[in-house]
């Protein structure tokens, strides 16, 4: 069983930047890849960025250009480096790998 632990949302004006955290634990295989997803309310859940182990990422067009997906060294940290935020940015953020998910980490864009 993989357990994953998201941090690191919170309340930030329109242009500023967060940093999510994930923190993978229990039979967590290093080659599987990784993905944050968002949802808002009353929307369906979207694929937002993955990493491959390898390193190989991919984004929603949406957020192209500003966000950061990256893996920490021993590869069992997920980060999303989150920067120029937009209000629709607006959601809850989680963590997904292994057939596992976090419990998700607030993320609020607002002035």
């Known amino acids: 069983q993989v357990q994953l632990v998201e941090s690191g949302g919170g309340l930030v004006q329109p242009g500023g930047s967060l940093r999510l955290s994930c923190t993978v634990s229990g039979n967590f295989n290093p080659m599987y890849v990784m993905a944050w997803y968002r949802q808002a309310p009353g929307n369906q859940r979207e694929l937002v960025a993955t990493i491959t182990s390898g390193g190989s990422t991919n984004y929603a067009d949406s957020v192209k250009g500003r966000f950061i997906i990256s893996r920490g060294n021993t590869k069992n940290t997920v980060y999303l480096q989150m920067n120029s935020l937009k209000p629709e940015d607006t959601a809850v953020y989680y963590c997904?790998?292994?057939?596992?998910w976090g419990q998700g980490t607030q993320v609020t864009v607002s002035s």
């Open positions: 997904s790998g292994g057939g596992s």
